[in-house]
């Protein structure tokens, strides 16, 4: 091993002991695909093909790394939009349901999702009438 790859693999290793544990979050690419993290696959190429030869393979790695990201990310905000959804039907419910099941309700006291009432399984949304569920805004309010 010449002084460049030993010089590379010193870097990776400061790296992996001193900052890397307090960045505040793990590689995305380990934790959506499993596997070493990024810097220690970097260690790794480094130590069988040398730095030079192995600079190709990491710059792949590293996009692939980002792309996990992105997509990591996608799906966390899905699933929070999915949450916030969700919490909203609930705080819903009790006030902004139609006690007939022809009818929507005439006032929305409270914010909800505006096709609700058609959602509800076996109730059914009345033509003459839409059911615009959002605060200060439905039939009956101006």
Do not use: T
Not at 34 to 41: A, L, T
Not at 128 to 141: F, M, Y
Request: net charge positive.
């Amino acid at each position: 091993m010449n002084w460049p790859d030993r010089l590379a693999i010193a870097a990776i290793a400061v790296y992996q002991r001193y900052l890397s544990p307090y960045k505040g979050f793990c590689c995305a690419h380990r934790v959506r695909h499993g596997g070493p993290s990024c810097s220690e696959y970097a260690r790794q190429i480094i130590l069988s093909a040398g730095w030079r030869r192995s600079l190709a393979a990491f710059q792949e790695r590293l996009r692939a790394c980002r792309a996990a990201a992105i997509q990591s990310a996608a799906d966390q905000d899905e699933q929070q939009r999915k949450k916030r959804r969700r919490d909203a039907v609930l705080d819903c419910l009790p006030d902004a349901c139609p006690i007939f099941p022809d009818a929507c309700p005439d006032r929305c006291d409270s914010g909800c999702i505006p096709d609700f009432c058609g959602r509800m399984s076996g109730w059914r949304l009345s033509r003459s009438k839409p059911c615009v569920c959002q605060a200060g805004v439905g039939p009956g309010k101006e």
